[in-house]
């Protein structure tokens, strides 16, 4: 069965800095999505990066990189610049083609000002 | 402990029956959420309990869809009439704040409207 674990409950990073939030998975599918989600305070899900593991680019959107790792299945989001907005839940989840999805518990990342 | 506990796995039902959709929270959690997952739009948040209450319920997408919490242990999302553009997959997810931060999620419930 795949699971998705992220091992980190919380974290702390300083404003402008750069923190990376890990994501580990475990499957034996060769063909799968790979997400983060942002939760901010409203318990909304907001889509911040997607990954399809037939891609090696690793995906970007403005300061929110991954490191798509798919032998070591692993899928680490980096936010760089950090700002006070990114202050949130965030949920790494996969996805394969017959739309199973399956969540981690989240990491709460700080930012300090 | 089992985690949080979705009934049924899948659904298949035709246009303008009702479905109710189940979850058993992981004891002890007193934030409970109802989710709808689609390609089309990602996760969205329907309704949002705690302890039992529901605290915003913004995201229920129309009368049709009502959610009950009538105990600690129990939740339903009821969708009266089905419609074809509610097919998704639905999930439940519970957490305990002052415990820590973690949300655990349901394995999901598939609903098929034809």
């Known amino acids: 069965a795949q699971t998705v674990t992220q091992s980190q409950p919380e974290m702390s990073v300083q404003e402008a800095e750069t923190v990376t939030l890990s994501c580990t998975y475990d499957t034996s599918e060769s063909d799968y999505y790979l997400f983060w989600y942002k939760q901010p305070p409203s318990r909304q899900m907001i889509l911040v990066i997607r990954?399809?593991?037939?891609?090696?680019q690793n995906a970007t959107e403005n300061r929110f990189s991954v490191n798509f790792q798919k032998a070591a299945k692993s899928f680490s989001l980096k936010i760089s610049d950090s700002q006070l907005g990114d202050a949130a839940m965030y949920f790494c989840?996969?996805?394969?083609?017959?739309?199973?999805?399956?969540f981690g518990k989240g990491t709460r990342l700080h930012i300090l000002p | 402990d089992a985690g949080v506990i979705q009934s049924p796995r899948h659904e298949v039902t035709e246009m303008g029956q009702e479905v109710t959709l189940r979850c058993k929270p992981i004891?002890?959690?007193?934030?409970l959420f109802w989710y709808r997952q689609t390609m089309m739009r990602g996760l969205e948040l329907l309704i949002y309990f705690n302890n039992n209450v529901p605290i915003d319920d913004s995201g229920m997408p129309e009368d049709r869809f009502s959610a009950k919490m009538p105990n600690a242990s129990f939740s339903t999302l009821k969708i009266q009439p089905s419609e074809p553009r509610d097919s998704a997959v639905y999930f439940c997810?519970?957490?305990?704040?002052?415990?820590?931060?973690?949300?655990?999620f349901g394995q999901g419930t598939r609903l098929t409207v034809v």
């Open positions: 989840a996969y996805l394969n083609r017959d739309d199973k999805i399956i």
């Open positions: 004891s002890g959690h007193n934030s």
């Open positions: 990954q399809e593991a037939y891609k090696q």
């Open positions: 997810a519970s957490s305990l704040p002052v415990e820590g931060p973690e949300t655990f």
